[in-house]
C-alpha cells in the first residue's frame, strides 16, 4: 500500500536514449545520448582548461578535475536554476553515474594493476612504521573529530559507520597522486621519495581494507549481523580469487610472447572478469570498485600482457570516464550548505585533524629513525596527499547516507586543500642536492688522445621515426676492428604525464636509483627496443635500451645525467622537425627545441644534433650494404674538430667515403663581414691547435684511400655557399656547431640556434640537398659548454667610421 507521504511525489520519466532530431521538433537535451555527450565534452572542456591553467603551479591534474567538478557543480553553475534543469537534469543523472561508475571501475583495476604485491612483501621495517602511523593517528583522530561533527551537524547519521568512515577519509593517503607529485619535483629517486611510495603503497591496501570494513558497516539491514555476514564474504571472495585469479593470467601471460602483439581473445576476457568480480562484489553489498581492484592486483606483472592491458584501456577511462566521477562528485557538492561561525570552525577542524595527525605521525616515526628534520617533514606533507580514493570515501559516504551535504561538502573542500598545499610546501621546504657527479672520466669528445679506446654514445629518441636513421648511424661510427668498440646506450624520451602507465613506469625508477630504467628482455614488447636487441646481435655493439620519463622543463637533466653516468663521449639529440613528403621539415614538437637547447647548455660532453633527411633510407641498412658519402665542411675550431674526429672514425667502415672541405679565407677579405670578440693570442692559440690536428690527420690519411681532402679559398658567405652547393650530393653532413671563421659565422641566420650557422644553411629551404645533417659541439673542460663567439653584424658606414 502506497503511503501518503510517497504518494505526492511524482517520479520523472525516463529519457528515450536518441532524438529525432531538431528539424522534427526533437529537443536533443531531453535524449539521454546526445545530453550525455554535451555533458563530457563539457566537463573535458572545464578540467582540460583547468588543468592548463594550474600547470604553472605544478598541480596536479585530480586538483584541476575536483575544482572542475564543484564549479560545475550547485556551488558555482549550478546556483542557476536553468543551467541545472538544462545540462544536468535530475533524470539524466543516473546515466551520468552508471557511466562514471563504470570509468571509475576500470581505473580501480589499471590502480590494481600498478601495486605489486612482491613489493610490499620486501616493505622495510621503516617504511612499515611510517605506514602505520600515518593511518593510525590520523584514524584515531577522525574519530575524535567525528564525535564534534557528530552532536553539531551530523545527528541521526549510523554512529559506527560514521566513526569509521571519517577515519578512514583522514588516514588515506593517494597513492597515485603521489606518485605523479614526486616524479614532477624530481623526488621519487630520492631517499624521500623511495620511503614515501613505500609508505603509501601500503597506505593505500591499508586503506581499502578499512573502506570495505566501512562499508559493511554502513548497511541498513536492522540486524548487526549483517554487517558482519558482508565482511566475511568479502573476505572469501578475496581468498577465492587469490586461489583462482593468478593461475590463469599466469597461464595467459605465459602465451604471449614478447615482441607479438596480444590476442584480442584475451584482452577481452580480462574485461570481462574484472566486470564479472565488479557485479559479485556488488551483490555482496561493499562495491563493485573492490572486485576490480582485485583483480588488477593479482594479475602478474611479468611479462608484456600486463603492460597491453594498461595501454588498452588507460587512455579511454582517465581520460573521458574518470572526470564524470569528479563532476558527479561536484553535483553532490554545495559549498553554500557551509554556512556561520561554527560550519567554517568545523572546516578548520578539519583540515588541522588531517594535517596534524597525517604529518605529525610520519614526522615522529621518522625522527624516530633518526631522518634529518627537513627530511621528516617533506614526508610528512608527501603523505598527506588525498585524491581520487578520498573521493570514492566520501562519494560512498554520501550515498549510504552516513555523510550529510555538509560534512560531505566540508571534507571535498579539505581533500582540496591537504593536496593543494603539498607541491608548494614540499618545494618550498625540500630542497635536496644535486646527485654527486661521478669519479671525473677523461674520455667526454671523440677527439682525444687515443682514438682506439672505447666510444661510448648516449643517443635518445622521440619515437619509432627515429629508429631506423639511429640504427645506420651507429652502424657507421662503429670504427675498425683494432678499436676498442662502441658502447650505445639508447635513451627513449617520453614525457611525464597523468597516464597510469608512465606513473607505473617511473615508479620502476625506484629498483634503479636513477630517474630513468632499463627495460630488461624478459619484460618488454616494445619493438623498437626489439630492433635495438637485433642491431646488437647482428653488429656486436653494446647497446641497452633506457626510458627517461620525465616533464618537458627538467627532462635535459635526466639526459645529462644518463650521460654522465654512462660515461658518454658525446650525446646525440634528434632534431624537433622531421621531414616531410615534399622534403622540407616540420615541427613536431617545440617542447624539444628547448630541450636540445637545455642539454648543449648544461652537457658535460660533446653533444650532436641529428637533422634525419632519412640516413640509409626508411629501413636498417645491413653492415654489409652500407654505401655512404660523407662530407665535413672544416673551417676550424673545436667543434669543427669533433666533427672531423667523428667522421674519421666513420670512415674506418668499408662502406663509408669521407670527403673533407677545408674552407680558408683569402687575406684581403678579413673583417668584412663580420667582427669576432676574439683577443690575437686567442685567435693565435686556435689556429695553432687546427694545424695540429690538420697535420695528424693528413698523416693518417695518406694510408686511407676512402679519405679525400681539398682546401678552398673563399672571400666571403656567397663563395662558401657556392662551395658547399656543388657538395650537397652526399648523404651525411659533419659539421662543427660553432666555426671559429669569418667565412662561415654570416652564412645564415634563424630560429634554431642550437645548429649553428652552418648547420642552419644545410637545413635551410633555400639549399636543396637530401643529405642528413649531424651537428656536433665539443664539450670544452673548464668552461661553460655553451660558449659561443659573439659575432656583431657591422654596416659600412660604421666600417668606414672605425677606420
Known amino acids: 500500500m502506497v503511503s501518503n507521504a510517497t504518494a505526492g511525489l511524482i517520479c520523472p520519466s525516463p529519457m528515450k536514449p536518441t532524438s529525432n532530431g531538431i528539424f522534427q521538433g526533437d529537443d536533443p537535451l531531453q535524449f539521454s545520448l546526445p545530453l550525455v555527450i554535451l555533458q563530457i565534452c563539457l566537463v573535458l572542456v572545464v578540467t582540460r582548461g583547468l588543468a592548463f591553467i594550474l600547470k604553472p603551479l605544478r598541480q596536479p591534474r585530480v586538483i584541476a578535475e575536483i575544482i572542475g567538478g564543484i564549479l560545475l557543480g550547485p556551488s558555482a553553475l549550478g546556483r542557476s536554476k536553468s543551467y541545472m534543469q538544462a545540462i544536468f537534469p535530475p533524470k539524466s543523472l543516473p546515466v551520468l553515474d552508471t557511466l562514471a561508475n563504470i570509468g571509475l571501475l576500470l581505473f580501480l583495476f589499471l590502480a590494481g594493476l600498478g601495486l605489486d604485491p612482491k613489493s610490499l612483501r620486501r616493505t622495510g621495517k621503516k617504511a612499515l612504521g611510517i605506514a602505520l602511523a600515518g593511518i593510525s593517528l590520523p584514524f584515531a583522530l577522525g574519530i575524535g573529530s567525528s564525535y564534534v561533527l557528530k552532536e553539531t551537524i551530523s545527528r541521526g547519521v549510523n554512529r559506527n559507520a560514521f566513526l569509521v ?13 603521489l606518485a605523479r607529485i614526486l616524479a614532477e619535483l624530481k623526488l621519487l629517486t630520492t631517499d624521500v621519495g623511495k620511503m614515501a611510495m613505500s609508505a603509501a603503497a601500503v597506505n593505500d591496501v591499508v586503506a581499502w581494507i578499512l573502506l570495505a570494513l566501512a562499508i559493511a558497516l554502513s548497511g541498513t539491514g536492522k540486524s548487526s549481523l549483517v554487517s558482519l555476514w558482508i565482511f566475511l564474504s568479502g573476505c572469501v571472495f578475496v581468498v577465492c580469487a587469490i586461489l583462482i585469479v593468478p593461475p590463469i593470467f599466469k597461464w595467459i601471460a605465459q602465451r604471449c610472447h614478447e615482441g607479438e602483439p596480444v590476442k584480442e581473445t584475451y584482452i577481452c576476457a580480462t574485461l570481462a572478469v574484472v566486470l564479472a568480480a565488479g557485479l559479485v562484489t556488488d551483490a555482496i553489498g561493499i562495491h563493485a570498485m573492490f572486485g576490480a581492484f582485485v583483480i588488477g592486483v593479482l594479475i602478474p606483472k611479468d611479462g608484456p600482457f600486463a603492460d597491453t592491458l594498461v595501454e588498452k584501456v588507460e587512455d579511454l577511462v582517465s581520460g573521458l570516464f574518470l572526470p564524470l566521477y569528479f563532476v558527479s562528485s561536484g553535483l553532490k557538492t554545495n559549498v553554500a550548505t557551509i554556512q556561520g561561525l561554527q560550519s567554517w570552525g568545523l572546516l578548520v577542524l578539519v583540515i588541522f585533524t588531517a594535517c596534524f595527525g597525517k604529518i605529525f605521525g610520519t614526522l615522529l616515526v621518522t625522527l624516530l629513525c633518526k631522518a634529518p628534520l627537513r627530511e621528516a617533514l617533506t614526508l610528512g606533507f608527501l603523505m598527506n596527499t588525498k585524491g581520487l580514493v578520498e573521493l570514492i570515501v566520501l562519494n560512498i559516504g554520501k550515498d549510504r547516507k552516513v555523510l550529510n551535504d555538509q560534512t560531505f561538502a566540508i571534507m571535498v573542500l579539505m581533500a582540496l586543500f591537504t593536496t593543494f598545499i603539498t607541491t608548494p610546501i614540499v618545494m618550498a621546504i625540500y630542497k635536496p642536492e644535486k646527485r654527486k657527479r661521478m669519479a671525473d672520466y677523461k674520455n667526454r669528445t671523440i677527439e682525444r688522445k687515443n682514438p682506439n679506446t672505447q666510444l661510448r654514445i648516449l643517443t635518445c629518441y622521440h619515437s619509432a621515426r627515429n629508429i631506423p636513421s639511429i640504427i645506420n648511424l651507429l652502424e657507421a661510427s662503429r670504427g675498425s676492428e683494432k678499436r676498442e668498440g662502441l658502447s650505445v646506450d639508447a635513451l627513449h624520451l617520453m614525457e611525464l604525464s597523468e597516464r597510469s602507465s608512465a606513473i ?18 624478459q619484460s618488454d614488447s616494445n619493438h623498437v627496443v626489439v630492433a635495438f636487441e637485433a642491431y646488437r646481435q647482428l653488429s656486436h655493439v653494446s647497446i641497452r635500451s633506457m626510458k627517461a620519463i620525465s616533464s618537458i622543463p627538467d627532462m635535459h637533466d635526466d639526459i645529462c645525467n644518463a650521460a654522465e653516468t654512462n660515461r658518454a663521449a658525446i650525446i646525440i639529440l634528434p632534431f624537433h622537425k622531421h621531414q616531410r613528403v615534399d622534403g622540407s621539415l616540420e615541427t613536431t614538437r617545440n617542447d624539444f627545441h628547448l630541450v636540445n637547447l637545455k642539454v648543449l647548455e648544461h652537457a658535460r660532453c660533446s653533444v650532436g644534433i641529428l637533422v634525419d633527411r632519412g640516413l640509409g633510407g626508411t629501413t636498417q641498412v645491413a653492415a654489409s650494404n652500407v654505401s655512404y658519402f660523407i662530407m665535413v665542411p672544416f673551417f676550424g675550431g673545436c667543434d669543427d674538430r669533433e666533427a672531423l674526429a667523428y667522421g674519421v672514425r666513420m670512415a674506418e667502415h668499408p662502406g663509408i667515403r669521407l670527403m673533407v672541405i677545408r674552407f680558408i679565407v683569402e687575406p684581403e677579405s678579413m673583417g668584412e663581414i663580420v667582427r669576432v670578440n676574439i683577443d690575437s693570442s686567442s685567435s693565435t692559440e686556435l689556429r695553432s691547435s687546427d694545424e695540429e690536428f690538420l697535420a695528424e690527420f693528413k698523416q693518417n690519411m695518406a694510408k686511407d684511400d676512402s679519405i679525400k681532402y681539398a682546401e678552398k679559398l673563399v672571400r666571403n658567405a656567397a663563395d662558401t655557399i657556392a662551395v ?24 645564415s641566420r634563424s630560429d634554431c640556434p642550437e645548429l649553428g650557422p652552418v648547420g642552419s644553411l644545410l637545413t635551410s629551404p633555400d639549399f636543396s640537398t637530401t643529405a642528413s645533417v649531424l651537428i656536433v659541439q665539443q664539450y670544452k673542460s673548464g668552461t661553460s659548454p655553451n660558449l659561443t663567439l659573439q659575432v656583431e653584424d657591422e654596416s659600412p658606414d660604421k666600417d668606414s667610421e672605425s677606420n
Do not use: Y
Open 165 to 177: 568512515f571519517m577515519g578512514v577519509a583522514l588516514s588515506i593517503t593517494a597513492f597515485p597522486v
Open 504 to 521: 607505473i613506469m617511473v615508479h620502476k625508477a625506484r629498483k634503479h636509483g636513477l630517474p630513468f630504467w632499463n627495460k630488461s628482455q
Open 724 to 747: 658547399l652547393s656543388e657538395l650537397k650530393c652526399c648523404n651525411l653532413f659533419l659539421v662543427g656547431r660553432m666555426p671559429e671563421c669569418e667565412a662561415a659565422l654570416d652564412l
